[in-house]
């Protein structure tokens, strides 16, 4: 097969790769913003939408089974293939958990999170710490950088910790307000759906490692974090 035309089908798949990118991160973005501003109307969009997140998700996985079927690549080549279908599906799943965000502010949220609240819990901070993960591995996926995309096991310990002490600043409000106590469930799940983003931007970050490097991490990430 000429590389030539493997390249070019290659850059038919990071074209299709970067539309889902972009999309997921505005999906993020304005989830954020639906949730710390108890904004409705931007919670509905980020349902809208998901509907394209779906379907460039099932556009992207056929086209990279059919790349590897009609070009049998091997060595790099085959390792970005395989590397685009794995990063395809934490993609979608990123946007899952945007849309579970904006549901539970458009069902399940009765007013605005007070600002102390919102400083105990540290969501601002979480928010920050995950799209700034999302943002690091795509730069790492573009510029072939491993050492970049190593740099976001670190940030997912920080995701860990505010995940694990916001259960108790939840479950010290559930105590203050019993009445609120399902809301307070519903937000907890919030919370979860955040620490699974940052999983999310991990498993993305080893498969740009298994890319670039030719290393699988994944096992290995596992026992580091046992």
């Known amino acids: 097969m000429n590389q030539l035309h493997i390249d070019s089908e290659l850059y038919k798949l990071k074209s299709s790769l970067e539309q889902m990118w972009n999309l997921v991160s505005k999906q993020l973005s304005k989830s954020q913003v639906a949730l710390l501003s108890y904004d409705k109307s931007i919670a509905r969009e980020v349902i809208a939408?998901?509907?394209?997140?779906?379907?460039?998700?099932?556009?992207?996985?056929k086209?990279?089974?059919?790349f590897i079927a009609t070009n049998n690549p091997v060595a790099i080549d085959l390792r970005l293939a395989l590397a685009y279908l794995k990063i395809n599906d934490n993609l979608e799943r990123i946007a899952d958990f945007a849309e579970g965000i904006a549901v539970f502010v458009?069902?399940?949220?009765?007013?605005?999170?007070?600002?102390?609240?919102?400083?105990h819990l540290r969501i601002e901070e979480m928010f920050e710490e995950l799209i700034m993960m999302f943002n690091l591995v795509r730069q790492a996926?573009?510029?072939?950088?491993?050492?970049?995309?190593?740099?976001?096991?670190?940030s997912d310990n920080l995701v860990d910790e505010i995940y694990y002490n916001a259960n108790k600043v939840i479950t010290e409000e559930m105590r203050l307000y019993p009445?609120?106590?399902?809301?307070?469930?519903?937000?907890?799940?919030?919370?979860r759906k955040l620490?699974?983003?940052?999983?999310?931007?991990?498993?993305?970050?080893e498969e740009v490692v298994f890319y670039v490097d030719a290393k699988v991490l994944k096992h290995s990430q596992d026992e580091h974090r046992m």
């Open 179 to 191: 009445e609120k106590m399902e809301e307070y469930l519903f937000l907890h799940g919030v919370i």
């Open 141 to 154: 996926l573009d510029e072939e950088d491993s050492g970049k995309a190593e740099k976001v096991f670190g």
């Open 63 to 66: 086209e990279c089974e059919d």
């Open 195 to 205: 620490e699974r983003i940052g999983d999310r931007c991990n498993n993305i970050a």
């Open 106 to 119: 458009l069902n399940n949220m009765s007013e605005p999170l007070t600002d102390k609240f919102k400083d």
């Open 49 to 61: 939408r998901e509907k394209m997140a779906n379907a460039l998700d099932l556009k992207i996985d």
